[in-house]
């Protein structure tokens, strides 16, 4: 299924509950989009999860949906809420309170991209900020949760992986040993969007790859994870946040020699998380 927001890949058949989704990997700049920025192509780029859809992009040979999203998190951010408008980048939107990722031009219409590197040359119309929300922001979230609702259905529970890319000096500070440092953070909002059970799995699935886990920092998981966990309705959420320096050079934002190992270590993964839960019904043909 492709829309002009996201784009959703079925197996052939879907035999697990585990949904795959990749909000920040999209990469299509508009024209327009480009010509408003005083930044070039690559560092709009910077905030982008360059190549993730790719590396999990083996989820539905494996029976599980692969939710994808096409416009780039500079453009619009879809792992903030709507409500999250900036009024020092949107005209006509009022101060309510503190928000601290508002407040430091990270909303839903980011102001910013990574290093605080301003975007736009002046404000943008109220009415322009809610046309991206309602083009690209809404039709993301009603898909994903239609896909969890329909996992829901077929298997009693939806287990989202939600995936992301840090960049390497995010977890430069985390160890003063590099070869302590973790690789892959996962994220539950520590605990409130997952079930431990599943947490454990899925660390022992990225650890049995042969990576470095870590749970909760520096990243605990943000809008979709808190939003989309609610573990007491059999919906799961966990965030999983990828070291960018594993798998391409992070000032070029192209794939690594080491692209292709990542890859493969991740399917191994994916494989062993696509068991999660799948045990309570048999497969399934995709709709």
């Not at 609702?149 to 840090?166: E, W």
């Not at 973790?182 to 520590?190: A, N, T």
């Amino acid at each position: 299924m492709v829309s002009q927001a996201y784009s959703i890949e079925m197996p052939q058949e879907w035999r697990s509950p585990v949904v795959i989704g990749s909000p920040h990997s999209g990469a299509y700049y508009p024209e327009t989009f480009v010509s408003q920025s005083v930044l070039d192509a690559k560092r709009l780029r910077s905030s982008e999860d360059a190549f993730v859809d790719r590396l999990f992009s083996a989820a539905p040979e494996l029976g599980m949906p692969l939710l994808t999203a096409k416009m780039p998190r500079a453009f619009v951010d879809l792992n903030r809420s709507h409500e999250e408008l900036d009024p020092a980048l949107i005209e006509g939107v009022r101060r309510r309170g503190q928000n601290p990722r508002v407040a430091s031009g990270l909303g839903v219409i980011p102001r910013v991209v990574a290093n605080g590197r301003t975007i736009y040359r002046g404000k943008m119309t109220l009415s322009e900020a809610r046309a991206r929300i309602e083009a690209y922001w809404t039709p993301y979230h009603r898909a994903l949760q239609r896909l969890l609702d329909d996992s829901r259905r077929r298997f009693g529970t939806a287990i989202l992986i939600d995936c992301h890319s840090m960049p390497h000096e995010a977890i430069e500070g985390t160890s003063p040993q590099r070869s302590q440092r973790p690789e892959i953070v996962l994220g539950d909002r520590f605990g409130a969007a997952a079930h431990g059970r599943i947490v454990d799995e899925v660390e022992a699935a990225f650890a049995n790859a042969g990576f470095r886990v870590a749970r909760n920092a520096p990243f605990a998981g943000a809008y979709i994870t808190q939003t989309y966990g609610r573990p007491s309705r059999n919906q799961h959420a966990v965030q999983v946040e990828i070291d960018r320096s594993l798998y391409m050079n992070e000032l070029e934002i192209e794939p690594n020699a080491q692209f292709c190992m990542v890859q493969t270590r991740l399917t191994q993964a994916l494989r062993d998380i696509s068991a999660l839960g799948a045990e309570r019904e048999g497969p399934m043909a995709a709709e």
